[in-house]
């Protein structure tokens, strides 16, 4: 299993990109509260969300984290990769609101594996239970916080473990919100119509979907791309991988329903073996 301690053993820090896009004017709650999967709406200043950007037909374009700025202003905060991509749908989408759509902009940030610090703008981190601060001086906040330096293997196996997707490399262009697991993090069932909606509660309503994210757990690294069959039948892809401090060898992939948890299913084709787990893994 390897004796290096991981995040989930201790508080910790690791240092880590975004790109970061203003929504600001009167009209910003309103245009966002119709477009994203969240309630943004209901976010008080200062508050923040996890929320999605979906197409038509309820399939996962981009995530992101919203901060409320104030009444009339937000931060959206998201993977470098795919900011630019966000901001252009955004401005396609954006007719005449009185908004105005502003970035995306590199930013240097820090996720935290404890409850943010007072006076530093926070979102919730991708992977649930940490936070990515948004300071304007890294290195300060991280002195600040007297947390240890951890490095970004380490957040990544944390993320593994605890079976969060990462959108672009877990999901693809036709990935539904339950296929991801992230129907309970992303999406309000409870707020008004958003661009996708009808799926997203249809899905929901009939109470499963064809493929579902899973843990994968061997005794060998896994590779990103490789084949899992059951039996005879392909059933999805590796996406994700990494070495845990606990678990060993784990990796993540959209499997179809039928490789349920405690399944043996073989990796690769090359006489890899690995066990299907139900997410998180404990």
């Not at 908004?99 to 919730?124: K, M, N, Q, R, S």
């Not at 401090?245 to 959209?254: D, M």
């Amino acid at each position: 299993m390897g004796a290096a301690p991981g995040l989930a053993d201790a508080p910790a820090a690791v240092r880590a990109h975004a790109a970061l896009i203003w929504v600001e004017g009167p009209d910003a709650a309103r245009f966002l509260q119709g477009l994203l999967s969240n309630d943004v709406a209901a976010l008080g200043v200062g508050d923040a969300a996890l929320a999605l950007l979906l197409d038509e037909r309820g399939h996962i374009v981009a995530d992101m984290r919203v901060r409320r700025d104030d009444r009339t202003a937000f931060t959206l905060v998201a993977d470098p990769g795919a900011a630019g991509g966000l901001a252009a749908a955004l401005g396609r989408y954006h007719f005449s609101e009185d908004l105005e759509v502003i970035g995306p902009e590199p930013a240097d940030t820090l996720v935290v594996t404890a409850p943010p610090p007072d006076g530093v703008p926070a979102v919730p981190g991708l992977v649930p239970g940490t936070w990515e601060l948004l300071a304007d001086d890294p290195d300060a906040v991280l002195r600040a916080t007297g947390l240890p330096e951890a490095s970004p293997e380490a957040l990544e196996a944390l993320r593994v473990e605890r079976g969060a997707p990462r959108v672009g490399v877990d999901t693809g262009p036709r990935t539904l919100v339950q296929e991801a697991g992230l129907e309970s993090r992303a999406v309000s069932f409870a707020k008004g119509c958003y661009l996708g909606q009808e799926t997203v509660a249809r899905a929901q309503h009939r109470g499963r979907v064809n493929r579902v994210l899973r843990g994968l757990a061997a005794d060998a690294p896994l590779t990103v791309g490789a084949e899992v069959r059951l039996g005879d039948r392909a059933v999805g892809t590796v996406t994700s991988v990494a070495r845990s401090p606990r678990f060993g060898e784990i990796a993540l992939a959209i499997l179809r329903r039928e490789a349920e948890p405690g399944a043996r299913v073989s990796v690769g084709g090359a006489g890899g073996t690995a066990r299907v787990v139900e997410l998180p893994f404990r």
